[in-house]
C-alpha cells in the first residue's frame, strides 16, 4: 500500500464552524505533513510530525490544531477559519523527517470558507 | 524571495518529442532534488529525485540533469506522451538544519500534443 488518503475531499464550511481533516497512511512512514497549496502556488508547509510528535510548525495560526493520534493517522482540526483559508490541504508522509526520503502526498481536501 | 524557481509556467510539446522542464535554485545550501507531477484533483505524486553528489539520474523515460555550478536542474521526458500532460514542480531540501523541509516551484504545465 503506498497510498495516502485524504478526507473529505471537499468542504464547504462557515467561519464559525469546526471541522476536522483527515490523513492516513499505512507505509509504517514515521514523518506526517499539512501542507496549504493556494491556486497556482506551490505547496507552503504548515506542520510536522515525527514519531507522533509535532516537530514543526510553520508559524500557523491558533484555528488550526494538528493532531497525530497513531503512527497511521494525522488530523487537522479548524475552528473560526476566516475566507482566506479557502485552498487545497495536502497530506503528505515519509518514511523520517530527512531530506533524502521522499514524501508522498494524498490527494488533498478542498477547503472553502464562507 | 523564492529560491527555487521554475521561469516557464507551460510548455507544449508534440506527442513523441523530447520535453525539457527547467528549474533554478539560489540557496547553496540544497543539495536534495526532486520533481512532482500533479494531475487537477490530485495531490503531487513523485516522479524522480537527484542528490548533488550526482548530475544525472534515469529512471525510464524521465531523467533529471543537475549542474551545481550554475544551480539548474532540468527534467527531460522522452518520448513524451499525452498522459505526461500535467502541472510538473520542482523541489530542493537541504541536509542541514530544517532538512524536513521541501521549498517548492511554483511549476510548469506540460501540455503534450497528441
Known amino acids: 500500500d503506498t497510498e495516502v488518503t485524504q478526507t473529505p475531499k471537499h468542504l464547504v464550511m462557515g467561519m464559525t464552524n469546526k471541522k476536522s481533516l483527515k490523513c492516513e497512511q499505512h507505509?509504517?512512514?514515521?514523518?506526517m505533513y499539512w501542507y496549504k497549496q493556494k491556486a497556482k502556488k506551490p505547496p507552503e508547509l504548515m506542520f510536522v510530525?515525527?514519531?507522533?510528535?509535532?516537530?514543526i510548525n510553520e508559524s500557523v495560526p491558533s484555528r488550526f490544531s494538528p493532531e497525530c493520534p497513531n503512527s497511521s493517522l494525522l488530523n487537522l482540526h479548524l475552528h473560526a477559519l476566516q475566507p482566506e483559508d479557502s485552498a487545497l490541504y495536502l497530506c503528505?508522509?515519509?518514511?523520517?523527517?530527512?531530506?533524502?526520503?521522499?514524501?508522498?502526498f494524498g490527494p488533498g481536501t478542498r477547503l472553502t470558507v464562507l | 524571495d523564492q529560491q527555487v524557481k521554475q521561469n516557464s509556467p507551460s510548455l507544449s510539446v508534440q506527442e513523441g518529442r523530447i520535453s525539457i522542464l527547467n528549474c533554478d535554485y539560489t540557496?547553496?545550501?540544497?543539495?536534495?532534488f526532486l520533481w512532482y507531477k500533479k494531475y487537477p484533483a490530485e495531490g503531487p505524486t513523485f516522479l524522480i529525485s537527484i542528490s548533488s553528489i550526482k548530475d544525472k539520474n534515469e529512471d525510464g523515460r524521465f531523467t533529471v540533469f543537475l549542474n551545481k555550478s550554475a544551480k539548474h536542474l532540468s527534467l527531460h521526458i522522452v518520448p513524451s506522451q499525452p498522459g505526461d500532460s500535467a502541472v510538473y514542480f520542482c523541489a530542493a531540501s537541504s541536509t542541514g538544519a530544517g532538512s524536513y523541509q521541501l521549498t517548492f516551484g511554483k511549476g510548469t504545465k506540460l501540455s503534450v500534443i497528441p
Open positions: 503528505a508522509s515519509s518514511q523520517e523527517i530527512v531530506s533524502y526520503n521522499e514524501q508522498f
Open positions: 540557496n547553496s545550501m540544497f543539495d536534495y
Open positions: 507505509m509504517g512512514h514515521r514523518a
Open positions: 510530525y515525527s514519531y507522533e510528535k509535532l516537530s
